[in-house]
């Protein structure tokens, strides 16, 4: 059986890469967004301290979670502009 680090360590490279792929539909481009995530996923392949692995894993947990917090504000500001939000507030 696989090892449960490395495998939400493998998750977290996916998603990632998913996000790249969605970012580049909104103008990016695809092929250095998915670049520079391979390019730090690779950075730091051979870490073998544990918590410095689980400091880069939050590292980029973070930046994932704050990019889907960022678009869903943008995206709840752009409904309540165009008076599709469904909140009597």
Do not use: W
Request: aromatic share 8%.
């Amino acid at each position: 059986m696989a090892d449960k680090s490395a495998f939400s360590t493998l998750k977290l490279y996916r998603d990632c890469l998913r996000l790249a792929d969605y970012i580049s539909t909104k103008g990016g481009n695809r092929a250095v967004l998915r670049q520079q995530v391979s390019e730090a996923f690779k950075k730091n392949r051979l870490e073998t301290d544990p918590k410095q692995i689980e400091e880069q894993r939050d590292a980029a947990f973070r930046g994932l979670s704050n990019y889907m917090f960022h678009e869903a504000q943008r995206m709840a500001k752009e409904e309540v502009a165009q008076g599709r939000d469904k909140f009597d507030g």
